[in-house]
């Protein structure tokens, strides 16, 4: 997230003000990059967040000066908090949130990784073999849009309104084929899921994924993640990041099938002088779904499709 891409993608698809901060040291050499972006979100009032993964820096010097920065222009912005995703920092925010990611070490040839994997889930991937479903790279990313339509849908139903199409077409245009990897999962010619990789050369992130199973597809997220295991295996990619979770939730139960490891990310909250308390960051709202997120998940889908981006252009990663 640190790819300078993203600076275009925030510019192009969202309603929000990227700045991305670099720190150089005595020679002119680059020594650490902070990509932030300011927000107006009526949810979740003026603030300034960085993108996941926070301060990348090669020693603290970096860190605190890019972090002392941010904080300035939180006051000079005039936001009501900085939220710093993860990364270093140069003290602990006055509110920190866990969060964590699990990590597929994919240097291991696949009987390794298959022996890793749990025994109820090798159970669940042969079953899900068994089945009609097939799971496919989709190199040039021409099926971007038929994944967002399943993910559209998939996230009217979890109560959570969806990022517009506009942000998938600005990260293809701005990313691309060598950053990002597509999978798409279909049963017969029916396309029910898929999942979304950043790739660089020590790390595929799983961005997106979803799979909308039917009666007779109830394994096809079991397969679709032992394929990608296995093929970030093959491609020589020695790690692969399952994403994001809120620990021991449902989402972070299901990655630890994988025999991966789990790395504790917190994020720092930096409150500007006299602000209001408040939910910083939504998380309130996101540790369980309230009334609100049950009525948005009975929408029309057309409503939802409308409405929801509009919402999320100030909020592009919650």
């Not at 003290?91 to 990611?101: D, I, L, M, Q």
């Not at 809120?246 to 099938?257: A, E």
């Not at 209001?276 to 939802?304: N, T, Y």
């Amino acid at each position: 997230m640190h790819h300078a891409a993203w600076y275009a993608i925030l510019r192009d698809a969202y309603w929000v003000k990227p700045y991305f901060l670099m720190a150089e040291g005595a020679a002119g050499q680059v020594t650490g990059l902070l990509p932030l972006y300011h927000s107006r979100s009526p949810l979740t009032g003026s603030h300034l967040s960085s993108l996941e993964g926070g301060v990348l820096s090669v020693n603290t010097t970096a860190t605190a000066a890019l972090v002392a920065e941010a904080r300035s222009l939180r006051d000079v912005i005039g936001a009501r908090y900085l939220q710093v995703r993860g990364g270093m920092v140069d003290r602990p925010g006055a509110k920190s949130t866990p969060t964590v990611h699990t990590f597929i070490d994919t240097c291991q040839p696949a009987d390794a990784l298959w022996s890793g994997v749990k025994k109820k889930t090798r159970w669940a991937i042969r079953h899900a073999e068994k089945a009609d479903i097939s799971i496919e790279h989709d190199a040039d990313l021409a099926g971007l849009e038929g994944f967002y339509r399943v993910y559209a849908e998939h996230m009217r139903d979890l109560g959570t309104p969806v990022m517009g199409i506009d942000a998938f077409r600005a990260m293809r245009l701005h990313l691309g084929s060598q950053r990002l990897r597509l999978y798409l999962v279909r049963e017969r010619q029916r396309l029910i899921g898929g999942m979304l990789c950043i790739l660089n050369n020590g790390l595929w992130t799983d961005y997106l994924a979803i799979v909308r199973p039917t009666g007779e597809t109830d394994f096809a997220n079991y397969l679709l993640y032992w394929h990608v295991i296995r093929d970030a295996a093959a491609c020589g990619a020695p790690t692969l990041d399952l994403g994001r979770s809120t620990p021991d939730s449902n989402v972070h139960l299901f990655k630890r099938k994988w025999g991966g490891r789990d790395v504790e990310i917190t994020y720092h909250f930096y409150p500007a002088a006299n602000a209001q308390s408040g939910d910083a960051g939504l998380e309130q709202l996101k540790r369980r779904k309230g009334l609100r997120q049950r009525l948005w998940s009975h929408l029309p889908l057309a409503v939802c499709n409308r409405v929801g981006p509009m919402l999320r252009k100030q909020l592009p990663f919650i």
